[in-house]
């Protein structure tokens, strides 16, 4: 299996994310730029999730069916061809960061993944339904991972 590349002009890997970006923000969602997708890639899956959410992983947003020869998506958008599920929020699309006050730094894992077929999902998945779901057909998979905290 190959690696996808997954960056952002709003954050370095590890690095914070602005608070444009959070629930208590804004709520823009950041830019990500992707390469290395293979070609016989039939669609993208985005995921974003925190595994420090204290009831356990909370997801903040699921993209799938994106269109495998894009290379990102713009702030605040869906990536291109691409259906925004329901997040653990309850709201399709989007849901940034909002981890309880004084809690150190959560972790948010963006996630691409190429597949060769395609990701059929409830329309409210967890996060760890996300991960069985993409396991089946997965060609490829990139990870950046953004800090916030209140």
């Known amino acids: 299996m ?5 960056r952002s002009e709003a954050f370095e890997d ?3 994310l602005e608070r444009r970006h959070s629930y ?3 709520n823009v969602s950041p830019p990500l730029v992707w390469s290395g997708v293979p070609g016989d890639a039939s669609e993208l899956v985005l995921l974003c999730e925190d595994p ?5 992983t909370f997801t903040h947003w699921v993209v799938v069916g994106s269109d495998p020869h894009s290379d990102g998506v713009e ?3 869906c990536p291109p061809g691409g259906t925004e599920l329901v997040n653990g929020f309850g709201q399709p699309g989007w849901g940034g960061p909002h981890p309880p006050p004084g809690d150190e730094a959560h972790h948010y894992r963006f996630r691409l993944y190429a597949l060769s077929g395609p990701c059929v999902l409830p329309d409210a998945p967890r ?4 991960h069985e779901e993409v396991g089946r057909n997965l ?3 990139g990870t950046l991972v ?3 905290r209140r």
């Open 139 to 141: 060609l490829a998979d």
């Open 52 to 56: 420090d959410a204290p009831s356990g």
């Open 146 to 148: 953004g800090l916030y």
């Open 75 to 77: 702030a605040g958008h």
């Open 2 to 6: 190959t690696g996808l590349e997954l």
């Open 127 to 130: 996060a760890e339904q996300v």
């Open 24 to 26: 208590e923000g804004p």
């Open 14 to 16: 590890h690095s914070f």
